[in-house]
C-alpha cells in the first residue's frame, strides 16, 4: 500500500537552459517488509506517459522512523518539460499484489524565479538565488555527499559555515517549499 508521496521538481544547471526532473517518493507499507516490493510506476495518464522503478534502481532512505523509497530522476527528454497535473502510482510487491494512489503536482510551467548562481573564491561564497531556503550541499574528492550548510546570508565566509574538512567541492541547492520546486548548480571547489 502507498500511504503517502510526494512529487518534486528540480531544475539541474545545463549549459543552455535548465533540465527539469522530477523526484518522486512513496512511504511504502507493506505486511512482509519493503524487501518484499519489486516495482513501482508513475504514470500520466493524460499524457500517456509512464515511468518504470525496479527495487534494484530506487532509492530507499529512512527518516524519522519512516521508510521511504523513489527516484531523483524521472524525466522525459533532454529539451521537454514535465507534465503537469494528476499522476497515478502503482506499487507491485513480489506476489504481484498491487496498490495504487492519485497525486497531483501544479508546480508553475515556467519557473517562478530565475536560475541561482554560486560563487566560491579565497575561501568567500557568494549566492544569487531568489529561492526562498538555499543550502551548499557538501561533496567529498569521490563525489559522495557529506554535509549540507543551511545559508542564512547569501554571501560569506565559507569557514563560517561549518564545513567538514573532507569537503572537496559544493552546489547549491536552492528551494521553493510552497510550490516543491527546487534548482540545482553545478559544484564548484572549496578550497
Known amino acids: ?26 512511504i511504502p507499507e507493506d505486511e512482509d ?23 534494484d534502481d530506487w532509492i530507499s532512505y529512512v ?7 523513489g527516484t531523483r530522476s524521472i524525466a522525459i527528454d533532454e529539451n521537454e518539460r514535465l507534465p503537469r497535473g494528476q499522476f497515478r502510482a502503482v506499487l507491485v510487491n513480489k506476489g504481484g499484489e498491487k496498490s495504487e494512489r492519485n497525486f497531483t503536482f501544479d ?12 560563487e566560491i573564491s579565497a575561501g568567500r561564497y ?9 543550502r551548499l550541499v557538501c561533496y567529498d574528492e569521490q ?11 547569501l ?3 565559507v569557514a563560517d559555515l561549518g564545513i567538514p574538512s573532507q569537503a572537496r567541492t559544493a552546489a547549491l541547492w536552492a528551494e521553493d517549499t510552497q510550490y516543491f520546486t527546487s534548482a540545482f548548480t553545478y559544484v564548484a571547489a572549496l578550497r
Not at 107 to 118: G, H, I, K, V
Not at 126 to 134: C, E, G, K
Open 33 to 55: 517488509g519493503v524487501e518484499n516490493l519489486d516495482e513501482l510506476y508513475l504514470y500520466h495518464d493524460r499524457n500517456q506517459l509512464r515511468w518504470h522503478i525496479t527495487s
Open 63 to 69: 527518516q524519522d522512523g519512516t521508510t521511504w523509497i
Open 143 to 153: 563525489g559522495n555527499y557529506v554535509f549540507s550548510a543551511n545559508l542564512t546570508s
Open 107 to 118: 508546480a508553475p510551467e515556467e519557473p517562478r524565479f530565475p536560475f541561482p548562481t554560486l
Open 1 to 26: 500500500m502507498i500511504s503517502f508521496g510526494f512529487i518534486e521538481l528540480v531544475y539541474y544547471q545545463s549549459n543552455e537552459k535548465p533540465l527539469e526532473r522530477f523526484s518522486f517518493f512513496i
Open 155 to 157: 554571501s560569506g565566509a
Open 126 to 134: 557568494t549566492v544569487d538565488s531568489a529561492y526562498p531556503q538555499n
